[in-house]
Every structure is written in structure tokens, then in C-alpha cells.
């Protein structure tokens, strides 16, 4: 500012008749001139997702994605990163979308073995429409495993104290060799020698602000909330909450059919955003829709019973072939007989083989598979033929 000091400038600036020399005057004239918000280009939304409508996760910025353990927080990363490699730029039916194609992401993990890393990036895949021999390089999606970095840390010559500064210089090095968009620190505390170290978690943050603005990426960072409240963990928690331009905070929610699935929230600069619902099905992600989960769920229900009664009706023909039996042998039948099918076993795992006997029978009568031509102490069982029950009644 034309060689005054800055201790000068404010003992000028506080002198009550306000004068300034002339030079000073035009340097402070200029500045504000540049720092006018109105004379500053309009910039590129730095978004890159759209959530429910909403958008966020920025370039040069950092989000916050946090929830209590196992509550769906490296789901919601498996979602946002099938959205960012899929072809179509969305997942979820269009409630996750990417907002510019092409994205590269880096995954960091810092604290599970390797295979449970592998579960959710499967989903990932699956999510995203390819299947698992797809080669990743192709996709744009890049993965770093830090839990253990005994190897690299004896060959460069780190100590103990030196293993967090070793880790953020291996997450610096692979953001710039695959030159990525979106980073994800997946857990973000692992970084850390203490979470409620305030100069350490200020100095962790500063260092990760500096990485996404020099790289011009977005910056996800996975942390845990306290027990027994939503809020971030620690020291670090509190200066996430402050810093974050955007946070996402999970649970994991159970219906009134058993039905399990995930929910986030979101807390940042844009408008409010309609909860975030999806939920685990078989090898993928997809919305949590209460109608179709339920259908679904009695689909399932169906499938099974169906099945079950092939099985049985299967299985009694075997034991029936030769005539009708009394209670007592067709217990010791079901009891020796020796090759009981795999799918009758696996619905009667962990009780006693005689009372098993006794519910397969039950169960057969049920099903409408047998049926018993006489009561008491000579009760003959029977294949049921012609769909006609003991009641001489059509079979429903």
C-alpha cells in the first residue's frame, strides 16, 4: 500500500480529522474499487451435486458428511460416487445427480480393512450400472487405502509423530496424479492425533482448505457425531460445524414392515432440502419408496411360501409313494429320511428334530399338501388328492 505500514495506516485511520497523505488515500481508494462485489466477475456455480433439488458439495470448499456409527455415512459416499461415474450423471431416480460430466473421484480411506471397503464400493458399481470387472481406471474413479502405511513410512524414514503429516502428503500426491474433482476423506478424524485438540483440528482444516483451493476440488470429509446427539465429535466437530459449506447428517430408520433404510439431512448456504431416503437392495442402492418397499416385501413373503410348499409337496411325495402312514411312522420317516431337502432344513434351522417333525407335518396340513383321515391314536396321514381337505371342502 505504497510502502506505508500497516500500524501506521491504523493510527492514521483513527486520528480524528481523517486525513491521509495523498498516495495513501489513492492505494485505499483502488482497493475498494477491487474488493467492490459488483466490479468482480460473476462466477461459475462451483456446485457439483444436486440432492433432492438442492445443490451443493462445492469446488474449493469443504463438506461434511456426518452420523453415528454404521448409520449410513459411507453409503451416502457409495451414492454420490456412483452419481459422479455413472453415464446418465444420476442415481436414486434423479435425486442424485452430478452437475458436470466427466468428474474424477478420489476415495480415501483411512480406517476400515480392506474388505469392508470393498462392500460398498461394489454397490457403488452396481448403483452406477457396471458390473465389478469393470476397470475402474475408465470410470474416473481412483481409490487410496491409508489405514496401514507401515511400509512407505519405514522406507521414507518417518517417525511415530510424523504419520499424520505422511498421510496428508499421500492424499496431496494422488489428488495431483489423477487430477481429481471430488475427494473424499472416509473417516476425516483419523487424520487427526487428537480430536478435541483445537491447534491441531484449526491446523487439519486449514491444511485440507488450502489442498481443495490450490486443486480447485471439492472436499468431502466423513466424521462421526457424539452418542446420544447429532452433534460432530470433539473440538473438530465443533470447527466442522462452523467451516463446512455444506454438512449431510445420517441415520439409519426402520419401518413398521421391518423395512430398513437410510436418511440425511442437510444443513448449509442453500435453501432447505426434503430429506435424502434410499435403501440397500441386494447388491445396489435405491430410493426409499414405503409403497413399493412393501410390495416388495410381500413379493419376497410370497416368493418364499410358494417355494416352500414345491418343496414340501416334493418332499412327501418321496415319503408317501408307498400309502398312507400313521403320526407315529411318518414322525420316524421324516425323522430317517435321508436326504431331506436342503430348502426344508435351511426353514427349520436350530430346533429339535422331533419337535421338527411335528411342525413339518403341521405345516404340510397347511399347505394343503397332506391330510388326516382319522383322529386320535390311529390318525392315518395322507397326500392330499383331488384339492380336496379332511372337511371334504375345496382346498383355498
Request: hydrophobic letters at 35%.
Amino acid at each position: 500500500m505504497g510502502g506505508i505500514l500497516e500500524e501506521d495506516l491504523k493510527k492514521r485511520s483513527m486520528q480524528l480529522d481523517g486525513h491521509l497523505d495523498e498516495e495513501s488515500q489513492k492505494a485505499i481508494f483502488d482497493f475498494l474499487d477491487e474488493a467492490e462485489i459488483f466490479n468482480m466477475p460473476r462466477e461459475k456455480d462451483p456446485s457439483l451435486f444436486e440432492l433432492n433439488g438442492v445443490r451443493m458439495i462445492c469446488r474449493k470448499a469443504l463438506t461434511t458428511v456426518g452420523g453415528k456409527v454404521k448409520q449410513g455415512k459411507s453409503n451416502l459416499i457409495g451414492v454420490l460416487m456412483a452419481a459422479a461415474i455413472s453415464k446418465s450423471g444420476k442415481v436414486l431416480d434423479g435425486s442424485v445427480k452430478v452437475l458436470e460430466k466427466g468428474l474424477k473421484v478420489l476415495y480415501v480411506d483411512t480406517e476400515q480393512p480392506v474388505w469392508d471397503v470393498w462392500k460398498p464400493l461394489g454397490r457403488t458399481l452396481r448403483t452406477a450400472g457396471f458390473g465389478m470387472e469393470t476397470d475402474w481406471r475408465e470410470l474416473g474413479l481412483a481409490t487410496l487405502h491409508i489405514k496401514n502405511t507401515k511400509k512407505i513410512k519405514t522406507k521414507l524414514g518417518f517417525i511415530n509423530q510424523d504419520v499424520m503429516q505422511l498421510k496428508r502428503i499421500l492424499i496431496e500426491q494422488a489428488i495431483k496424479r489423477h487430477a481429481a474433482d471430488i475427494v473424499i476423506v472416509d473417516n476425516y478424524n483419523h487424520l487427526l492425533q487428537s480430536m478435541n485438540d483445537e491447534e491441531n483440528s484449526k491446523e487439519l482444516r486449514e491444511w485440507m482448505e488450502g489442498v481443495a483451493e490450490e486443486n480447485g476440488c471439492a472436499m468431502i470429509r466423513v466424521m462421526h457425531t457424539n452418542f446420544g446427539s447429532d452433534k460432530l465429535g470433539g473440538w473438530n466437530g465443533s470447527d466442522a460445524e462452523k467451516s463446512s459449506s455444506d454438512i449431510l447428517k445420517g441415520r439409519k430408520l426402520t419401518d413398521s414392515f421391518g423395512i430398513s433404510y437410510f436418511e440425511f439431512t442437510y444443513i448449509g448456504r442453500s435453501s432447505e432440502m426434503p430429506p435424502l431416503r434410499f435403501r440397500i437392495v441386494g447388491e445396489h442402492w435405491e430410493p426409499y419408496d414405503p409403497q413399493k418397499a412393501r410390495k416388495s416385501v410381500e413379493e419376497a413373503y410370497q416368493e418364499k411360501q410358494d417355494k416352500m410348499k414345491k418343496d414340501y409337496t416334493d418332499m412327501f411325495n418321496e415319503l408317501l409313494k408307498d400309502g398312507s402312514l400313521n403320526t407315529l411312522d411318518l414322525q420316524k420317516k421324516i425323522f430317517n429320511f435321508g436326504d431331506l431337502p436342503e430348502a426344508v432344513k435351511a426353514y427349520h434351522s436350530g430346533i429339535t428334530a422331533q419337535k421338527g417333525c411335528r411342525v413339518i407335518i403341521d405345516e404340510a396340513k397347511e399347505f394343503g399338501i397332506i391330510s388326516v383321515t382319522k383322529i386320535g391314536r390311529d390318525a392315518m396321514w395322507s397326500l392330499v388328492t383331488d384339492n380336496i381337505n379332511e372337511q371334504g371342502k375345496l382346498f383355498q
